[in-house]
């Protein structure tokens, strides 16, 4: 049943469900990102203390999206055949205590593991809550739904840089790891008190996890194929700046451990919550009046967003470099709600789960599994500027994805909603 579908006091019933059930996915979605981001706004202080190179502290933040994208099939297959909540559930519990754990680890392998099952409770929660809010809401509202969901990754990112600055310079890194952790638990049980989506209450069915059925279906869409692609590159360059971000400030531009990450919630805050809504907004509205509407957003921000991110780059003054960084992030955060409401919209019903976690699958493998250790190792070679502009180049690569994807898409949204064979990718 879709929230807010019935009218009269039921409907209104439903309509506050729907509201506290977003609520709350949306909440354990900032502590998500809370948890993935405090290594990037702590990098000094743990790359001081543990004496890492910057190959060794970059490949940390790909060893967590390694484990991320190989365990999300895994949960998109269950929580198509078994239904949501307790896997979400179970999840958050896991990420939680592992962050809490990082307070208390020795050595850099003992931070490889913790940061591994991280990677772990976020891929189940990760795949299966879009999927949830796209069992309870028609097409139209999905966007504008997710919106809200994603609004979670800039309030998260900005407050791990928050906590990085005020309490990391002040108290140490491990402190912070620990505090960070706790409040996912508190919000874990609360979601097995949601509405069960209709996966929840039916038998399990369906193809194995390794059934070629399961998931070739999925590699038929054309649009998926090019959404997905153009994604995973607005992820490299998103992933790569948010894991890199607060050194480069320190480095290139002078500023303090502090200054960096106050700069960063500041521009995450205001400018990624804005982008993060107005996406949801427009994509709302565009994908009512044309169905290629999202996709005209997201390449249109990654293609402005191009001289932005140069500014931030090679500019030395920060009448520059400011404006670069809140103009860019407010344009990249266009893409979270939008982007994800197209591809659970065209996967069609049965195959939401899996549609996300194939999602997260390819946006992880070409876009932050490889950029931290890519920029890490640039700067080892050469400098961390030559690493940083990687992700120029993955601007580009993603508006010609979106915009290849244009004359697909009409036909393939019709086809998830009402049946029939997509055409050749």
Request: glycine fraction near 14%; charge should be positive; aromatic fraction near 10%.
């Amino acid at each position: 049943m879709a929230w807010g579908a019935n009218a009269g006091p039921a409907g209104e019933a439903d309509v506050l469900m729907g509201t506290r059930a977003l609520l709350l996915l949306t909440g354990l979605n900032l502590l998500d990102y809370l948890d993935r981001y405090l290594l990037a706004a702590l990098a000094s202080l743990i790359k001081g203390e543990l004496a890492l190179s910057g190959a060794a502290y970059g490949f940390l933040g790909t060893a967590f999206f390694l484990v991320y994208l190989l365990t999300s099939p895994l949960f998109g297959w269950l929580g198509d055949r078994y239904g949501r909540l307790r896997l979400m559930a179970g999840g958050a519990v896991l990420w939680s205590v592992a962050t809490s754990l990082t307070a208390w680890v020795s050595s850099y392998p003992w931070l490889l593991l913790t940061r591994g099952l991280v990677g772990v409770g976020e891929a189940s929660f990760g795949t299966l809550a879009p999927a949830y809010v796209a069992d309870h809401l028609p097409l139209p509202r999905r966007s504008a739904a997710l919106g809200v969901f994603y609004l979670a990754i800039p309030v998260g990112a900005a407050l791990a840089y928050l906590a990085g600055g005020a309490l990391g310079s002040r108290l140490g890194w491990r402190p912070v790891f620990l505090l960070g952790g706790l409040p996912g638990l508190l919000l874990a049980a609360a979601l097995l008190r949601l509405p069960a989506g209709p996966l929840d209450l039916r038998p399990a069915s369906g193809a194995g996890l390794l059934a070629v059925e399961a998931w070739l279906p999925l590699w038929r869409i054309p649009t998926l194929v090019r959404v997905m692609l153009g994604y995973g590159m607005t992820t490299f360059t998103l992933g790569g700046l948010a894991f890199w971000m607060p050194r480069y400030l320190e480095v290139a531009k002078g500023l303090t451990l502090a200054q960096a990450n106050y700069l960063l919630f500041g521009a995450v805050t205001v400018a990624g919550g804005l982008g993060t809504v107005a996406g949801g907004w427009l994509g709302t509205r565009l994908m009512a009046r044309r169905a290629d509407g999202a996709l005209w957003l997201s390449a249109l921000g990654a293609l402005l967003a191009l001289p932005l991110g140069a500014m931030v780059v090679f500019a030395a003054s920060p009448l520059l470099y400011v404006p670069g960084l809140v103009g860019s992030v407010f344009l990249l955060f266009l893409n979270p709600g939008v982007l994800t409401a197209l591809v659970v919209s065209l996967a069609g019903p049965a195959r939401r789960a899996k549609a996300v976690a194939l999602n997260i699958i390819v946006i992880h493998l070409v876009g932050d599994v490889p950029s931290p250790f890519l920029i890490g190792l640039v700067a080892d070679l050469w400098h961390l500027t030559a690493g940083v502009a990687l992700t120029l180049l993955a601007l580009g690569l993603g508006a010609t994805f979106f915009l290849s994807a244009l004359p697909y898409v009409a036909e393939d949204l019709r086809r998830a909603e009402g049946g029939g064979t997509p055409a050749a990718p």
